[in-house]
């Protein structure tokens, strides 16, 4: 049947399959909304929605399409009593179709008892467009007849970011390229928190969609998007559940007590000051009252909703009302009239140094100045300037006592401290130790320099495949490495790091020692001998392993685990898990094996 009759037939006999896809809550507790999603019928040339959608912008049927696609939708999630606010997607093309008539989707939810706040529509395009006009034009539509709305694709091309500042939606949907593999890519990252960042100050929340991963779920969490969507949570589907499962939500609640370690240590949200904050339509003699009262107050936040919109300042508010007639001008009007709204606004999980940063490229005159911590966009506290000099400078001191000067990682007494800490916070945590074979003959042979080369490349890659906002990565001495992985995917990352070694690991060595897979050199002994090329021995334990109560006890047993892997020829990865000890890495020398061999060792 050619496609033009086979649409004809699926519009006339409304063959079209609804499939719903939830929309979770940021705490991954609970469904907020269900996206609708069209189909043609399974057996159909025409089953994708792409062909389908496309096919009928081709013959003009795109409205017809469409309007059986809303009814289908509302009917169902109506019939399923699904919870939460149903997501419609829409065609901004629709509304240039000679068949358009307006109110149809209004008509429907009234039909079937809907409410608009109960729905929300999605503003998307099935084939890219540079219409802006028309994208325009269908939001204001669709916002005259009382529905929220959703951008669809949030990055994907200039219309959707100029609609975004022009239309304030109150949805939207980033691309799912700045979604894919957002854990390892820092510029993915930076741009999600931005796009957060921006959707506070419009009011806007946002929705990251294509989720496949819990790497990806455990880091959008982390940057604080409002709501999630993808196939990790659930596939689209003609009856979805009405709630999570139990799996999901002990996921969140896994990634949430991780988080709760680290949202301290060497971030910002430790210098928090307990000011309340102050509201728009506060008076200013309210709020010199305030200042009265608290001597050591040098600025309070005007807070709107929970979100901050500016600060007051002890010494510009004084200086005001000092001026002639400075009370008589000022203090019966709202503090609205009087806020700066220009300063600084941080996460309390940015890094101390960061904001240093952001604060020393300010004026001049505005350097010693207060700043606001945010959690998730919603007022969190005070900071102080001279707070943040002084922990930094703590920090660095202590830092610079206890890093190797080679590498500039952590040293043993912070790699003792952070286990430690998890130890008493009882989190779970992988210990690993990663330990270069045959590195001192290689040393003597080529010189310190080369050696010196070697180590630093080796804590680069460490830290490249170790998650930068969870794990901890430290120098134990020498050619000894400790990795402390939170993050859950720490067996990928180990074999993604000795694969990487063995390519690297040309570059070392001279013509000849590769070609004789090694090197003659004199051993502890002063005996000459054969020693094969560098390779890694990797010994890990889980926090889940009997009888760790510190640090000591952790190094003690990676000691004895990692004699195990040593007694494997070239690179190796031994762990004991829940106490039970195997060999998950014996070769790899070859591309990368990862088993559940049982050791021989007890």
């Known amino acids: 049947m050619a496609k033009t009759d086979e649409l004809l037939s699926i519009l006339a006999a409304q063959k079209i399959n609804i499939h719903f896809q939830p929309i979770i809550t940021a705490n991954g507790q609970a469904i907020f909304a269900y996206e609708a999603l069209s189909r043609g019928p399974a057996d159909s040339t025409l089953c994708s929605p792409i062909q389908l959608f496309s096919e009928a912008k081709r013959q003009q049927q795109l409205f017809a399409l469409e309007s059986i696609c809303r009814r289908k939708a509302i009917e169902q999630f109506t019939q399923q009593q699904l919870p939460g606010k149903l997501f419609i997607n829409i065609t901004p093309e629709t509304l240039l179709q000679p068949d358009h008539y307006k109110g149809l989707t209004l008509d429907l939810i009234n039909n079937f008892g809907l409410r608009p706040e109960q729905v929300v529509i999605e503003i998307t395009e099935h084939s890219p467009t540079d219409d802006y006009a028309l994208m325009c034009h269908a939001v204001k539509h669709y916002q005259g007849e009382g529905f929220s709305i959703a951008l669809d694709d949030l990055g994907a091309g200039y219309s959707s970011l100029r609609l975004w500042s022009e239309v304030q939606p109150e949805y939207v949907k980033i691309d799912r390229h700045f979604i894919s593999g957002i854990e390892k890519d820092k510029v993915k990252r930076d741009f999600v928190r931005s796009i957060v960042e921006i959707a506070r100050a419009v009011k806007s929340q946002v929705i990251a969609e294509g989720i496949e991963t819990r790497q990806e779920f455990e ?53 928090k000051l307990d000011i309340p904050a102050v509201t728009p339509e506060m008076l200013v003699e309210e709020v010199a009252t305030i200042f009265d009262e608290n001597e050591h107050w040098f600025s309070v936040a005007v807070v709107s909703e929970g979100v ?39 996460e309390r999980h940015i890094r101390l140094e960061k904001v240093s940063q952001m604060i020393t490229q300010r004026n001049r005159s505005h350097l010693e100045e207060d700043f606001v911590i945010t959690e ?74 080369k050696g010196d080369e070697i180590l630093i490349y080796l804590a680069k890659l460490l830290k490249k495949h170790s998650h930068p906002e969870v794990d901890f990565v430290g120098h134990v001495g020498g ?15 180990i074999a993604n790091i000795l694969q990487e070694f063995i ?100």
């Open 219 to 271: 880091t959008l969490s982390e940057i604080g998007v409002d709501y999630l969507q993808g196939y990790y949570f659930a596939r689209p589907n003609p009856e979805p559940r009405h709630e999570l499962s139990k799996t999901a939500k002990n996921v969140w609640k896994q990634i949430k007590e991780g988080r709760e370690v680290y949202k301290e240590q060497g971030q910002i949200g430790q210098l």
């Open 308 to 346: 901050p919109i500016g600060i007051v300042k002890r010494s510009r508010l004084l200086q005001k009302l000092s001026k002639p007639f400075g009370r008589d001008l000022y203090v019966k009007k709202p503090v609205s009239q009087i806020l700066d709204e220009n300063f600084i606004q941080v």
């Open 376 to 449: 998730n966009g919603y007022y969190f506290g005070i900071g102080q300037v001279i707070d943040l000099l002084k922990m930094i400078t703590e920090l660095q001191l202590k830092s610079a006592q206890n890093s190797n000067p080679l590498t500039g990682l952590p040293g043993n007494l912070l790699i003792q401290e952070q286990i430690d800490q998890l130890i008493r916070n009882k989190k779970d945590f992988v210990a690993c130790y990663f330990d270069l074979d045959n590195f001192k003959p290689y040393n003597d042979q080529y010189g310190y320099a």
């Open 479 to 493: 050619d000894d490495y400790v990795v402390i992985f939170r993050s859950t995917n720490w067996q990928e990352s």
């Open 503 to 602: 390519q690297f690991r040309e570059t070392f060595y001279n013509p000849d020692d590769l070609d004789n897979l090694g090197i003659w050199a004199e051993d502890r002994f002063g005996e000459k001998r054969f020693f094969s090329l560098m390779s890694i021995s990797v010994a890990a334990i889980d926090s889940s392993s009997a009888s760790l109560g510190s640090s000591k006890d952790i190094a003690s047993r990676l000691s004895l685990i990692k004699q195990e892997a040593k007694q494997v020829k070239g690179n190796s990865l031994v762990a004991e898990l829940s106490g039970s000890l195997i060999s998950l890495i014996t070769d790899l020398e070859n591309p990368p094996n990862l088993s559940n061999k049982k050791s021989t060792v007890a």
